[in-house]
């Protein structure tokens, strides 16, 4: 007999896609322009509120997720230019989502999917 782990409950968000492509990683919850220049490659950034200047400091992520903002602020722009997947709009749920957390996100749908022990 083998013993098998309960499966992990997704809990899924919707926001607005800005920025098309598929990404998955590790959630890193990022307040400052410091901690955005702090997250590598396999990170997904989540944010309440993304400023346009720290587009380019999380260029280098696998995506982006935020709480606020639309497809016509400047950093959904910069980010579409860096093609950097990218979800806005979640709303206050971009702030329950804890660093460390398994995220995927489609930056063409808006869909945004979380371990829910981590939300």
């Known amino acids: 007999m083998q013993l098998l782990s309960p499966p ?3 809990r899924v968000l919707r926001g607005s896609g800005v920025s098309a492509g598929r990404a998955r990683g590790r959630a890193l919850r990022v307040g400052n322009a410091r901690e ?3 997250a590598g ?13 720290w587009a380019p400091l999380v260029a280098h992520t696998a995506g982006v997720v935020a709480g606020e903002g639309g497809a016509l602020s400047n950093a959904a722009t910069v980010l579409r230019e860096l093609r950097v997947p990218a979800v806005v709009g979640i ?19 808006g869909s945004v999917e979380v371990d829910s022990d981590a939300v």
């Not at 709303?91 to 749908?109: K, M, V």
């Open 91 to 109: 709303g206050p749920a971009a702030a329950a989502i804890e660093s460390g957390a398994s995220i995927s996100l489609d930056g063409l749908t």
């Open 36 to 38: 955005a220049a702090a």
């Open 8 to 10: 992990t409950a997704v």
């Open 41 to 53: 490659p396999g990170d997904v950034a989540v944010v309440d509120v993304l400023p346009a200047g």
